[in-house]
């Protein structure tokens, strides 16, 4: 599966806020999309509860997959997005 890996960018890593947001676009994309910490266990993008699991703080890397790429580029930017702004 394609991937990339991107540094998280919220001022105060993937809480509740980002990681509903990041859930919601990955749900609209239709297609699976994990997020993982590097060398880590994958997640389903499509749950905040999960995309919280992983303990994200800003300047974590995070690898984001799918076999999507247009779901790959959006989840990578918006986990790099300061989505608290």
């Known amino acids: 599966m394609p991937s990339t890996t991107v540094t998280v960018g919220s001022s105060i890593g993937l809480h509740a806020r980002p990681a509903a947001l990041i859930a919601e676009a990955a749900t609209a994309a239709g297609v699976p999309v ?33 076999d999507d790429q247009a779901a790959l580029d959006k989840i990578a930017e918006l986990v790099a997005a300061d989505l608290d702004a």
């Open 34 to 66: 994990t997020l993982s910490l590097v060398g880590g266990e994958p997640v389903d993008a499509n749950s905040a509860l999960m995309i919280m699991t992983l303990g994200a703080t800003q300047g974590t890397e995070v690898v984001v997959a799918s």
